[in-house]
């Protein structure tokens, strides 16, 4: 019995079904997924089969015990030794803020392996990668925003994974996925099964997915294996935080042009029996769209009116006065729109950071902010996941997705443990309009 | 390729399309307007132009947008300012430090960082986000007919669609070498059966994946330079009902493209298989990359093949060589099904013995192709072709009717080389006589040697034997005549009797 690796599968050759594989005609072996990998080694070790096993083609990887100065904090450590307890497989649960990062650099250190970091943005591979190189100062490879080098430690985008799962599965004994709750989409699975990594570790705020597929991490990672909530670590390690919602109402023109963009998208609603009740509701006209006229002009009056809202000058005015009111302090402004970014970028001049602000800018934004040469950051999605802003006491929400996970996180950006601090996030929203709607389904995951 | 958003479709009892924008008036026009747009805004800001764009876009939302998607990339956009805006934020945010509330501290924060970098707060303003994409210029564009935009997204929709497949099936005559080059290179697994080629990759044997969508697009070039090629792919799609598979087919009959590949230029892999191409082998015709085999799981392409009369045999050369590429090789031979019909040719430098193959015709050749023995192998062949023929013909009773019989139209009915039927024919013809190409009956040859009593000039002779159909010189001669050439005139020959 011989096990190859093929291209993010392993092809079994021998004359014997292993569990897990099945016969392929076209190159006349078994094949199973690089998914199961281990069960297989388990298998064959447990049947006493013999076997050759050339499927690990590892990076040649430098010490990576020897200086590790990391202390964990007392539920870093639990986190941790639940992941070791499960065969080193899992995911952790853990709020933005609380350190997540950490605990995956003391496994990397800990299994001494070739190890591969899956992040969903540029702006994460960049903080990775800045973090590892800072604790094991070597060069650590990077796959994605136009890079590729592949070294004993890699920081890769889940895009990037993806595409090249099929070359890579083979070369690491770790691999990490952070904000793991992205991996069960359709085509990001395939990197989990891909990946012949005996050992895995997922990282989220957010382990529980609104489309229910949240399940498939337990055939992909290992599932929760520990999970620690918001309000049990706020105040010990986390600054307590105090929300203000305000609600400002529409000037009399925006209101009426509101009414009207609304008015044409309720009235489409109504003359095909449809209700929006959830994301997949809306999904629906989206994709009749493509073919009803009708229901493009529903949505593009539904945008504009969206816009109205977001975009109020009582809005504008309400952010200037909140900034007023914190001079001195650090603030960090959230709002969906790119336009919006740019909008209050060039009025109140502030650093503005989109998915568009080229990496070597965004650092030294972020930088800059850290050390308080810049006093205020207006960003939007860019920002939604796990990167570190310390020392941010003041938030603003300006606009939102009204997704419970995009909120959480954004709360996270501004909760970094500080003596004597209090953290404030506003959130403004139009009353009378749709957005409370919104604004109601973010606080959920407050309760 | 285009955005899926872009993608446009039509499905009907499981089948899918994309909506192809046909080369009509109507839309030639959008076509034209698309690019009249990208054209008009050279020099001028890119947010002008996607206004622009959007202003006219009601008309055909997702035409229009495609037509553009294709025109950016035929644009050259670059930002306008005098210093790089990154740098004239940096100042700027520097001067401010945390944000501004009013207009006047606004002024007042832009007029120093103006004065720190030497320039005019105006220039400063503009400096500030020239690199934003709305602000960028276009500066140059390299423009298309209307009727080649319409063909490219045409072919784009094509491939956008084929990102959804899970899996490709094709059909090709010709250019197998450069497809199967393009299928190891893009990582995708094949298998063969008869005249199909079924695509997909390693992981489709667990599940259905859209993973090799893209590459299964990436396909789509190298099958389009077969002369004649179909395909049928797997195309997954989410509906309202959940996901669905449909089925997407494609020939090289239909028109949306025709996008000039410019195939028939041949190329070869070395001056040895050019020369073999360009040789004539007594009547055999030599054609390219004639066929895929298989060889136990692999393809297998032979160089050449030689055809003729219901005859095939396959030439692969060896030249050019690594042990691991001649292991690899022979290894594929032997399993091929069909291993009489094939002949290699091995440069003599190659270090291996005949033995390693299994198969008789094996030549070695040392810097020129050995045309006397491979000739020698096809007359074996033929020989063998002939005596097949001829076995099938004894056992076939041939109708012999008319006065004039071409041989050529009977052996083809038959499928058999002339050489065959004539043989055949030879031991009986029961009444006709064999002219040529021809059979002739005796009442035939009686009448013509009448009229040929009366006749003096050669001239008329034959088109005595032209009226009856008869086109073998032979005739005269087997009438009992011969010519007489009275000078160069043709016109004064004479026939006369020996």
Known sequence: MRLTFNRGTIVIQGNMRIPNSIWDERSGTFRAMALHYRDIIDYLKNSHIEFADNVLDLLPCPDLQSNSKIMLRDYQQQALDAWIMNSKRGVIVLPTGSGKTIIGIKAISLLNTPAIVVVPTISLVDQWRSRLKEEFKIEVGVMGGGEQDIKALTVSTYDSAYIHADKLGNKFGLIIFDECHHLPAEGYKHIAEMFVSPFRMGLTATYEREDGLHTELNRLLGGSIFEKKINELAGEHLSPFRLVKVAVGLKEEEKKEYDLNQRIFTDYLNRNNITIRSPADFQMVVIRSGRDPGARMALLARNKAREIALNSISKIEKFSEILKNHKEGKAFIFTEHNRMVHRISKDFLIPAITYRTASKERSEILDRFRKGTYRAVVTSKVLDEGIDVPDADVGIILSGTGSERAFVQRLGRILRKKEGKEAVLYEIISSETSEINTAKRRKKSLR | ?498
Request: negative net charge; hydrophobic residues 40%.
């Open chain 2, 1 to 498: 390729m285009l955005t899926s958003d872009l993608l446009v479709t039509k499905s009907h009892k499981g089948n899918i399309e994309p909506v192809y924008a046909a080369l009509e008036q109507e839309n030639i026009d959008i076509s034209s307007s698309v690019i009249n747009l990208f054209q008009g805004h050279i020099e001028k800001s890119y947010g002008e132009l996607i206004d622009e764009i959007e202003g006219i876009e009601e008309i055909n939302y997702r035409l229009i947008r495609g037509l553009a998607q294709i025109l950016e990339r035929r644009c050259i956009i670059e930002k306008d300012s005098i210093i790089e805006p990154v740098a004239a934020r940096r100042v700027v945010f520097e001067e401010c430090k945390g944000a501004v509330t009013g207009p006047e501290e606004r002024k007042l924060v832009l007029d120093r960082a103006a004065g720190k970098l030497s320039i005019e707060p105006a220039d400063l303003e503009k400096a500030l986000w020239a690199d934003q994409e709305e602000n960028l210029i276009i500066k140059e564009f390299r423009t298309i007919t209307p009727e080649n935009l319409l063909r490219q997204y045409n072919l784009s929709l094509t491939q956008t669609l084929l990102f959804k497949a899970t899996g490709m099936e094709i059909r090709i005559e010709d250019n197998y070498q450069q497809v199967f080059r393009k299928i190891k290179q893009l990582g995708l697994m094949y298998s063969i059966e008869q005249d199909k080629i079924y695509l997909d990759g390693p992981v489709s044997v667990f599940k259905l994946t859209e993973k090799y969508g893209t590459a299964l697009a990436k396909m789509l070039p190298a099958i389009m330079k077969c002369r004649k090629w179909s395909l049928k792919a797997s195309i997954l799609r989410k509906t309202f009902e959940g996901k669905r598979i449909y089925d997407f087919t494609l020939d090289h009959n239909r028109q949306i493209f025709s996008i000039d590949f410019s195939y028939g230029v041949e190329t070869f892999d070395s001056a040895i298989e050019k020369e073999f191409f360009l040789h004539n082998f007594n009547g055999w015709l030599a054609r390219r990359e004639p066929a895929v085999l298989k060889a136990g799981k692999y393809a297998f392409i032979p160089d050449f093949s030689l055809e003729k009369k219901g005859s095939r045999i396959y030439v692969e050369i060896i030249g050019f060589w690594t042990p691991e590429y001649l292991k690899n090789k022979i290894q594929k031979i032997n399993q091929l099904k069909d291993k009489e019909n094939i002949i290699l040719i091995v440069d003599k430098h190659l270090a291996c013995s005949g033995s390693e193959f299994k198969t008789d015709n094996l030549i070695f050749y040392n810097e020129k192709i050995p045309y006397l023995e491979i000739i020698k192998i096809l007359r074996k062949y033929e020989e063998k072709q002939l005596a097949e023929d001829i076995d099938r013909l004894k056992g076939i009773d041939i109708p012999l009717e008319g006065s004039v019989i071409n041989l050529r139209e009977v052996s083809g009915r038959y499928d058999v080389s002339g050489d065959a039927l004539k043989t055949v024919i030879k031991e009986n013809t029961g009444g006709y006589l064999l002219l040529g190409d021809q059979l002739v009956n005796d009442q035939t040859l009686k009448a013509i040697q009448d009229e040929l009593e009366v006749v003096k000039k050669h001239s008329e002779a034959v088109k005595i034997f032209e009226k009856y159909g008869i086109k073998s010189q032979q005739i005269l001669d087997t009438l009992g005549y011969k010519v007489k050439w009275n000078g160069l005139d043709p016109e004064n020959a004479e026939i006369v009797k020996i």
